[in-house]
C-alpha cells in the first residue's frame, strides 16, 4: 500500500499504508505557479553549484508547503513504517498541473528545524509511479545480472567508462555479479546480445543525454540517448526506439546520462562539459513533455533511474558502484537508490558531493520490489576472462590489469567490428613493444566470451601454435601462424570455416604506436 503523496484529479492526499491523512488538497493555479517557482530556482541551485544552505533552504520550504497547517507531513514520518518509502504517484498519463508536484525536487525534503531527510536515520526514500500497481513478472533464482553498454560518438566528450565498469564489478565481484559488456556503443548491438543471452535484469547505459533533441528546426523537442551506429557516428536514440530494440524488457533500465530525468520543456540546467555527461543544449523546451525516464516507463519498463540535470563523472560512478552493491543484496529498488544517494551526500569530495540529489527513480505499474531472488550464476564466461587466460599460461605474457588499461576504446571497438563482420579474416595489432598490445588483445578476448582463447609466445612452430589455451572442439581447424622475424605481434584469428579462435603472439615488428591496423 502507497505511503506519500497520491496524486490524481488535479490534487493530492499524503496518505499512509494507503490511509488518507486529512482531506484532499486541490492544486490551485497558485500552487502551480509557487511549484514551477521552486523548480526554477532549484535549477539556479544547481547551476551555482548546490551549495548546502541553498538546498536546504529549498528543502525545508518544500517540507512546510506539504505539512500544511495540520502538520500532515510530520504525521506520515511518525505513522510511517521504516524505512520510509516516500512515494509520489500519478495517473499514467498526467496533466500539466499534476506534472507540476511530479516534478518537485521531494529528493532535497528537509526537516525545517533539522537537516535533509534523505540523511536522517529513518532512511527516507523518493519514488514516482504512473498509473497503479499492478502484477510484476515472478522472480527466478538467479544472482544479479548486468548489461553494460558506453556510448561516445565521434565528436562527443570522452567519458570514464572505464572506472564505471571497472567500480561496478569491483564493488559486487564477480561472485556476485554477472556481468555482460558490449562495446560497441550501438543499441541494435545491445539488441542482439541481450536476446542472445534471453535477457538482463539490468540494462546500464552509460553516455551522454539531451532533454530537448530536435531532429530539424521546426521538430518538437525529443529527449534522446547520444548512442552510436555501426561506424562509431552519432545515433540520436529516443526512449520509443530503445525499447523496441531490448528483447526481453530489463526490469531496471539505468540511464547514466545527463537530463534523462529532465523534461523535454525543461531549460536552464547546468550545460555539459568536461566530465559531465550532456551534450549541447538544442533549444528552448516544449510544453509540459516527458522526460527520456517517463518515456522508457510509459513504454513498459518496469522501473527506471535518470538524472535531473548534468551529472558529473566521478559522481555518476560513485553512485553506480553503491546502487548494485545494493541490489546484489536483493536490497528494493527504492531502498538501493535511496542508499546510493546517501553514499554521495556523505562523501567528502565537494565536487561529487554536489551531486548527491540528481538520481531519480521512476516506476510503472509492474515497477519495485527486488530485481533478484536468488544466487544461482548464469552460465557465461567471467567478464574478465581473457585476461584471466593469458595470464595463467606460464605467466610469460603479462597484460595490464582491467584497472590499469584505459584510453583504448576506439581499438577495441575497431578490432570488435571487424572480428563479429563476414567480411574480414580477422585483425592484426602491431607496434613496438611494451605498448599494450597483449593487454589489448587480452581486452579482445574478454569481449568474445564464446571465442576459443590460445597463446603463442616465442615458440611459432606448428606444434606450439596449435595448443591453445582451452582446445577447441574436434575437426577445428588451426590457422597458420609464421615463425619468421617480424611476424604479427597479436591478433584475434576468425577461421575460414567461421569457426572462431582468439589468439596472441609475440615478436618482432615495426616501431609504431601501439593500434588497431588493418583488418586482414
Known amino acids: 500500500m502507497i505511503t506519500g503523496l497520491a496524486v490524481e484529479a488535479d490534487g493530492f492526499e499524503l496518505v499512509v499504508g494507503g490511509e488518507g491523512l486529512g ?4 492544486l490551485q493555479a497558485s500552487d502551480v505557479a509557487w511549484l514551477i517557482a521552486v523548480g526554477g530556482r532549484y535549477v539556479d541551485t544547481v547551476r551555482g553549484g548546490s551549495q548546502r544552505p541553498a538546498l536546504l533552504a529549498l528543502g525545508r520550504e518544500l517540507y512546510r508547503w506539504l505539512d500544511g497547517d495540520r502538520h500532515l507531513l510530520t504525521q506520515l514520518r511518525d505513522e510511517a513504517p521504516l524505512p520510509l518509502l516516500f512515494e509520489v504517484r500519478a495517473p499514467k498519463r498526467p496533466s500539466a ?8 525536487p521531494f529528493e532535497l525534503l528537509a526537516d525545517p528545524e533539522g537537516g535533509f531527510l534523505a540523511e536522517e536515520a529513518e532512511q527516507f526514500a523518493v519514488v514516482r509511479r504512473l498509473g497503479r500497481p499492478g502484477p510484476a513478472k515472478p522472480l527466478d533464482d538467479r544472482r544479479l545480472g548486468v548489461a553494460f553498454m558506453a ?11 572505464e572506472a564505471e565498469e571497472l567500480a ?4 559486487v565481484g564477480e561472485t556476485s555479479l554477472d556481468l555482460v559488456v558490449e562495446d560497441s556503443g550501438d543499441p541494435e548491438q545491445l539488441g542482439l546480445r541481450l536476446s542472445e543471452l534471453g535477457g538482463m535484469p539490468v540494462v546500464h547505459l552509460s553516455c551522454h543525454g539531451l532533454n530537448n533533441w530536435r531532429k530539424g528546426p521546426e521538430a518538437p523537442a525529443t ?5 552510436e551506429d555501426d561506424l562509431g557516428d552519432g545515433r540520436a536514440t529516443s526512449a520509443k526506439e530503445l525499447v523496441g530494440l531490448l528483447t526481453p524488457l530489463p526490469r531496471l533500465v539505468f540511464v547514466s546520462a545527463c537530463l534523462t530525468a529532465t523534461g523535454a520543456d525543461v531549460a536552464g540546467h547546468l550545460p555539459a562539459g568536461a566530465g559531465r555527461r550532456g551534450a549541447p543544449a538544442a533549444g528552448p523546451g516544449a510544453a509540459v513533455a516527458h522526460s527520456l525516464a517517463t518515456e522508457l516507463v510509459a513504454a513498459g519498463i518496469p522501473a527506471v533511474i535518470g538524472w535531473d540535470g548534468s551529472v558529473g563523472d566521478r559522481a555518476a560512478t560513485l553512485f553506480a558502484e553503491h546502487l548494485y552493491v545494493q541490489l546484489s543484496r536483493r536490497v528494493e529498488v527504492a531502498a538501493a537508490v535511496a542508499a546510493a544517494r546517501r553514499r554521495l551526500l556523505e562523501c567528502p569530495d565537494e565536487h561529487v558531493r554536489a551531486d548527491w540529489h540528481l538520481a531519480r527513480l521512476w516506476l510503472g505499474p509492474a515497477g519495485g520490489g527486488p530485481l533478484v531472488a536468488g544466487t544461482v550464476k548464469r552460465q557465461m564466461v567471467p567478464a574478465h576472462h581473457g585476461t584471466t587466460r ?15 588499461f584505459v584510453g583504448r576504446r ?3 571497438q575497431q578490432a570488435l567490428r571487424a572480428l563479429r563482420g563476414r567480411h574480414k579474416g580477422g585483425v592484426l595489432l602491431h607496434g613496438q613493444g611494451r605498448l599494450g598490445k597483449s593487454s589489448l588483445a587480452a581486452r579482445i578476448a574478454d569481449r568474445l566470451p564464446d571465442w576459443a582463447v590460445a597463446v603463442v609466445f616465442g615458440d611459432y612452430t606448428q606444434a606450439a601454435s596449435s595448443t591453445p589455451s582451452r582446445r577447441p572442439s574436434p575437426g577445428f581447424p588451426t590457422p597458420a601462424i609464421s615463425s ?7 591478433a584475434s584469428i576468425r577461421t575460414s570455416s567461421g569457426r572462431s579462435w582468439s589468439t596472441c603472439w609475440q615478436g618482432r615488428a615495426p616501431r609504431r604506436r601501439a593500434g588497431a591496423g588493418p583488418s586482414c
Open 23 to 26: 482531506s484532499r488538497r486541490l
Open 97 to 104: 498541473v499534476e506534472w507540476a508536484l511530479l516534478r518537485a
Open 151 to 161: 556510448s561516445a560518438p565521434r565528436g562527443q566528450s570522452e567519458l570514464d567508462f
Open 168 to 171: 561496478v564489478l569491483g564493488a
Open 223 to 227: 529527449p534522446v540517448l547520444l548512442l
Open 390 to 404: 593469458f595470464l595463467d599460461r606460464k605467466h610469460q605474457l603479462p597484460v595490464a590489469a582491467a584497472g590499469m
Open 410 to 412: 576506439p581499438e577495441l
Open 484 to 490: 619468421r622475424t617480424g611476424a604479427p605481434t597479436s
